[in-house]
């Protein structure tokens, strides 16, 4: 999938996500109004609709008694059947309210299924459960308002028929009590219904209270996984930034085995696998460019080796008749064939250890004696800058079994880079200790240091610290590698520690012999 498609889809799911989120608050707002709204209309309405019934019921029962006034009969009965017509009409209209549900629109129906839905599955009851009483009520109010009814137009008749004695104009007792029954019906039903009402504003505070609980959780929820989802996308995306990152950081150093795995199919997956061709195309010409470098150094050996004869006869015919100036020139003419022939030595040396050609001759060497000699040879370079060298050697006499000539080349390239990087008057520190089974050299300058991001590539072919730049250092790179690549075959290692402007400590860690080196145990040691 494309990168672009990724970042899409990524932030489609964040923006459906809020959605949600805000369309799940604006149900909860709207269902708490419609609640609310519905229950404050449904009780007023009711209570105020019970007390205009308890009237019209005080009218009926007033007209049915003056009924039986013998005086206007037919007047009265037309009263009374316009307030038994009234009654039974409104009495309909408020049964119908108290029993009846509003009519909702599509979106409120919808709402509302998904509103109590999900207060289903989070466990929370939204059906009020005190709606039976009423209906009850409302039944046994019916009831009795039918007797009545039956028992007032069975009077009317009579009355009607003059099928009555005059005891008979006395006002009928059973009507009486049914009228009776039906009132306190009626206010019973009005308090019970006032009752509930305090009882679902109770109900409602506490779903208002549950639904602000649970809109918190879930935004909370819907920010949690907003948060993860948006972390595991730049992960995703960011990951294989990393890896290429890191290749190309190899790829400078000119560690060209680069191979990018787990590439994404996208943008950058089409870029890691352009990137794993071109670093094998820069093996190629690495390799190419070694193998030409070692036959041009192995020709230049031929022609350096006659102007060290043609120096050296010279210097041997004329060693009585050359002047001071003469002499001169001819020891920069020596000086100048030692530094190309330890230039080409290294070149050579270093495209035999790039195909893991080191060959050591093993054979017991007196270290101590061995570094002093390297450090007396290298005291012409030491002088120049007049610095210090304080010698720490844990014992006049510490053996060891290894190759003495690839050892000076080690002693020699750190001795001569602690001088390079070191500003004149300052100090350096020699250390030779041996601690079974183990031989430990360090040396400490006081000079410039060494980045500290920069530390694992200093060992790699040509790399130069960025700061060597401040000062005017002549060199091919080249020290470090075979150092370090001499200390390996060796099996030991070399440690680096560095503060820039306060100095470097380069401490080497070898096998007393070549049974140590082979077993490597000591690898896990401490020391």
């Given at each position: 999938?494309k990168?672009?498609?990724?970042l899409?889809?990524?932030?489609?799911?964040l923006?459906v996500?809020f959605s949600?989120?805000l369309?799940?608050?604006l149900?909860e707002?709207?269902e708490?109004t419609?609640?609310?709204?519905?229950?404050?209309q449904?009780?007023v309405?009711?209570?105020?609709?019970?007390?205009?019934?308890?009237?019209t019921?005080?009218?009926?029962n007033?007209n049915?008694?003056l009924?039986?006034i013998?005086?206007?009969?037919n007047?009265k009965?037309v009263r009374l059947?316009?307030?038994?017509h009234?009654?039974?009409?409104?009495?309909?209209?408020?049964?119908s309210r108290?029993?009846g549900?509003k009519?909702?629109?599509?979106?409120d129906?919808?709402s509302?299924?998904?509103?109590?839905?999900?207060?289903k599955?989070?466990g929370?009851?939204?059906?009020?459960?005190?709606?039976?009483?009423?209906a009850?009520?409302i039944?046994?109010?019916d009831?009795r308002?039918?007797?009545?009814d039956?028992?007032?137009?069975?009077?009317?008749k009579?009355?009607?028929a003059?099928q009555?004695t005059k005891a008979?104009y006395?006002?009928?007792?059973?009507?009486k009590n049914?009228?009776?029954?039906?009132r306190k019906?009626?206010?019973?039903l009005?308090k019970?219904?006032g009752?509930?009402s305090?009882?679902r504003?109770?109900w409602?505070?506490?779903?208002?209270?549950?639904?602000?609980s649970l809109?918190?959780f879930?935004?909370?929820s819907l920010l949690?996984?907003?948060?993860?989802?948006?972390?595991?996308v730049?992960?995703k995306?960011?990951?294989p930034?990393e890896?290429?990152k890191?290749?190309?950081n190899r790829?400078a150093i000119?560690?060209f085995?680069?191979?990018?795995?787990?590439?994404?199919?996208?943008?950058?997956g089409?870029?890691?696998s352009?990137f794993?061709?071109?670093?094998?195309?820069l093996k190629?010409?690495?390799?190419?460019?070694s193998?030409m470098?070692?036959q041009?150094?192995?020709e230049m050996?031929s022609?350096l080796g006659?102007?060290?004869?043609?120096?050296?006869?010279?210097?041997?015919?004329?060693?009585?008749?050359?002047?001071?100036?003469q002499?001169?020139?001819?020891d920069?003419i020596?000086?100048?064939?030692?530094?190309?022939?330890r230039?080409?030595?290294?070149?050579?040396h270093?495209?035999a250890?790039?195909?893991g050609q080191?060959q050591?001759k093993?054979?017991?060497v007196?270290?101590?004696k061995?570094v002093?000699?390297?450090?007396?040879?290298l005291s012409?370079?030491i002088?120049?800058?007049?610095i210090?060298?304080?010698?720490n050697f844990?014992?006049k006499k510490?053996?060891?079994?290894?190759?003495?000539?690839?050892?000076?080349?080690?002693?020699?390239n750190?001795?001569?880079?602690?001088v390079?990087f070191s500003?004149a008057?300052?100090?350096?520190?020699?250390?030779?200790?041996?601690?079974?089974p183990?031989i430990?050299?360090s040396?400490?300058d006081?000079?410039?240091?060494?980045?500290e991001?920069?530390?694992?590539?200093?060992f790699?072919k040509?790399?130069r610290?960025?700061?060597?730049?401040k000062i005017?250092?002549?060199?091919?790179?080249?020290?470090?590698?075979?150092?370090?690549?001499i200390?390996r075959?060796?099996g030991?290692?070399?440690?680096v520690?560095?503060e820039?402007?306060?100095?470097t400590e380069f401490?080497v860690?070898?096998?007393?012999?070549?049974?140590?080196a082979k077993e490597g145990?000591?690898?896990d040691?401490?020391?």
């Open positions: 999938m990168l672009k498609y990724k899409f889809l990524s932030y489609f799911f923006i996500l949600f989120s369309f799940w608050l149900i707002i709207r708490l419609l609640s609310l709204q519905n229950h404050v449904q009780d309405r009711s209570i105020i609709d019970l007390s205009g019934q308890l009237q019921l005080e009218d009926l007033a049915y008694i009924l039986f013998p005086t206007n009969a007047e009965i059947e316009q307030s038994r009234k009654y039974a009409q409104t009495w309909e209209q408020l049964k108290l029993t549900h009519k909702r629109t599509g979106i129906i919808l509302g299924k998904f509103y109590r839905l999900i207060l599955i989070v929370e009851n939204l059906l009020y459960s005190s709606k039976q009483p009423i009850q009520l039944e046994e109010t009831r308002w039918r007797e009545v039956s028992r007032i137009k069975q009077s009317v009579n009355i009607r003059r009555f008979r006395l006002r009928d007792v059973y009507v049914k009228i009776q029954d039906l019906s009626l206010v019973r009005n019970v219904i009752r509930q305090i009882e504003s109770l409602m505070s506490n779903i208002a209270q549950k639904t602000q809109i918190l879930t935004e909370l949690i996984i907003a948060l993860l989802t948006a972390f595991l730049a992960r995306i960011t990951k930034i890896v290429l890191d290749s190309v790829m000119h560690d085995e680069v191979v990018i795995p787990d590439k994404p199919n996208d943008e950058i089409d870029l890691s352009a794993e061709q071109f670093s094998r195309r190629e010409t690495d390799r190419f460019k193998a470098l070692s041009f150094t192995h050996k022609p006659s102007i060290k004869q043609a120096t050296q006869l010279l210097e041997k015919s004329l060693n009585d008749r050359l002047s001071a100036t002499r001169r020139f001819l920069i020596k000086g100048n064939y030692q530094t190309l022939q230039m080409i030595t290294n070149i050579l270093t495209t250890y790039d195909i080191i050591l093993y054979q017991k007196n270290l101590v061995l002093a000699e390297q450090l007396i040879y012409p370079t002088k120049e800058k007049e210090k060298v304080n010698i844990s014992s510490i053996e060891a079994e290894l190759d003495a000539e690839k050892f000076k080349e080690v002693v020699q750190l001795i001569t880079n602690a390079k500003s008057n300052t100090q350096i520190d020699v250390k030779l200790k041996e601690k079974f183990l430990r050299f040396i400490k006081q000079g410039i240091g060494i980045p991001k920069e530390i694992p590539y200093i790699e040509m790399y610290a960025s700061n060597s730049e005017s250092v002549k060199g091919t790179g080249l020290g470090l590698y075979i150092t370090s690549q200390v075959a060796h030991g290692r070399i440690q520690k560095s820039i402007n306060k100095g401490t860690v070898l096998p007393k012999n070549r049974t140590v145990g000591w690898l040691d401490s020391a």
